[in-house]
């Protein structure tokens, strides 16, 4: 089955970090282009980065600096790295999968990971 | 960045009827402009891609068209299940924003 599960959202306190995961089947995410998406509870979707097939990574200005994507061939991972959490960080966490052309859409999503930020 | 706007924010219709969701962006977009429905609880789902394909099982009650800046998506006969809230997002640059949503309510 073609899926995404997404892992590793919880509780932390701000300034702390957290690493997210996206478990992929039925496809390999190193040959997508694959993004993490974040919702806040009540808003509206927030696209927050993307990594090319060839490595190239982009982020949203709201993370930049403080979060990486980045993915492992070996168990066929996506992975968000977010340092330095502030408390408008708090959203539940999706990623998705892109097709292989620039511009393609999001036509795979996991169920998301809820992150909150807070003392 | 470009910036995209919907209108209108919500929505109030009854099942049958004919509903018309815009999609504004901040500059030329060509047709890079995707349409995505979510209901509460649940994930995003992709519904029209490039500002006019079907995406693959989604009803053909809904359709998309525009280019350039200016993007509709329509939706006719309406069903139970269409009340949820819909995204338009813009795949033209390497920041690929949304619009902040229309909620589709029953009337």
């Known amino acids: 089955e073609v899926q995404l599960v997404e892992s590793g959202g919880g509780l932390v306190q701000p300034g702390g970090s957290l690493r997210l995961s996206c478990a992929a089947s039925g496809f390999t995410v190193s040959s997508n282009y694959m993004s993490w998406v974040r919702q806040a509870p009540g808003k509206g979707l927030e696209w927050v980065s993307i990594?090319?097939?060839?490595?190239?990574?982009y982020y949203a200005d709201s993370v930049k600096g403080r979060f990486t994507i980045s993915t492992d061939n070996s168990d066929n991972t996506l992975y968000l790295q977010m340092n330095t959490l502030r408390a408008d960080d708090t959203a539940v966490y999706y990623c998705?999968?892109?097709?292989?052309?620039?511009?393609?859409?999001?036509?795979?999503w996991g169920q998301g990971t809820l992150v909150t930020v807070s003392s | 960045d470009i910036q995209m706007t919907q209108s209108p924010s919500a929505l109030s219709a009854s099942v049958g009827d004919r509903v018309t969701i815009t999609c504004r962006a901040s500059q030329s977009i060509s047709n890079y402009l995707h349409w995505y429905q979510q209901k509460p609880g649940n994930a995003p789902k992709l519904l029209i891609y490039a500002a006019s394909n079907l995406q693959r099982g989604v009803p053909s009650r809904f359709s998309g068209s525009g280019s350039g800046t200016d993007f509709t998506l329509n939706i006719n006969s309406l069903q139970p299940e269409d009340f949820a809230t819909y995204y338009c997002?813009?795949?033209?640059?390497?920041?690929?924003?949304f619009g902040q949503g229309t909620k589709l309510e029953i009337k």
């Open positions: 990594i090319y097939t060839a490595g190239s990574t």
């Open positions: 998705a999968r892109h097709g292989t052309i620039f511009g393609d859409p999001l036509d795979l």
């Open positions: 997002q813009q795949s033209y640059t390497t920041q690929y924003t």
